[in-house]
C-alpha cells in the first residue's frame, strides 16, 4: 500500500509521489480499509468569514460546484451528479460561505475486491462540526442495493500529518470510514463534523467478506 502526497514547489505548482504507507488507521463504526491520497484544493476557494450570516436556512443547488454563504440558520449545498450536504441550524455563530464540488478522484478504492466506490468523489470546505446533539448530514441518491453488495459507508478525508520528500515540505492524508444507511431513497451519513478534505460514498461486497 502507498501513500499520495501532493508537494508545492517554487513555482506554486503540485507534484505529487507515491510514498511508502507509514500505517495503516484503524477503521472505525463501519469498517473497511485505508488509504491515503491528496487533499482537496477547495480552502483557497472559501472567503473569509463574516459577522453577518442568514438567520434561515439556505438551499443552494448546482452543477459541478456549488457555493452559498450559510449562518446561524444552516441550510444545504447539493450538486446535480447526487452529492448533498445539509449543516444543522446552530453550527454558525456568523457567516460563511461554503463550497461543494466535485473532487479529482481518489484511487483508493479502485483496486479492492471489497469495496466499490458510489457515485463521484466530492469535497466540502471549509471544515466544520456539527453542535451538540447534532449531526452534519451527507447524502447521495440510491434507491436500492445492487445484488451482492451492502452496508454502505462513508470514507472522508484527513490530515495525517506533514512528510519532506525531495527536500519538499508535503501533506500526508488518510482515509476514514463511519457507517452509512439508506434514507428515502438516498444513502445517508451522519457526521459530527467534516474535516474540509475529499469525501466518497462506498458499498461493502458482501461475497468478498
Known sequence: MGVEVVMGNANGKHLRALLPALSIIAVGCGGGSQAAAPSATTANEVRESSDEGPRNPVNKHGSGRVAALLGPGGGSLELSEGPRVQIPSGALEGGQEF????????????????????????????????????????????????????????????????????GEDSTRTKWEYERANINGGRVVAQLPGLAGLRMQFVLTNLEAQ
Open 99 to 166: 463550497v461543494l464540488k466535485i473532487a479529482p478522484k481518489t484511487t483508493a478504492f479502485a483496486n479492492k475486491e471489497s469495496e466499490r466506490a458510489l457515485g463521484p468523489t466530492f469535497s466540502f470546505a471549509p471544515g466544520t462540526n456539527a453542535p451538540d446533539g447534532s449531526h452534519i448530514e451527507v447524502s447521495f441518491p440510491l434507491g436500492a442495493l445492487p445484488k451482492g453488495w451492502g452496508e454502505p459507508s462513508i470514507a472522508y478525508e484527513v490530515e495525517e500529518g506533514t512528510a519532506i520528500s525531495y
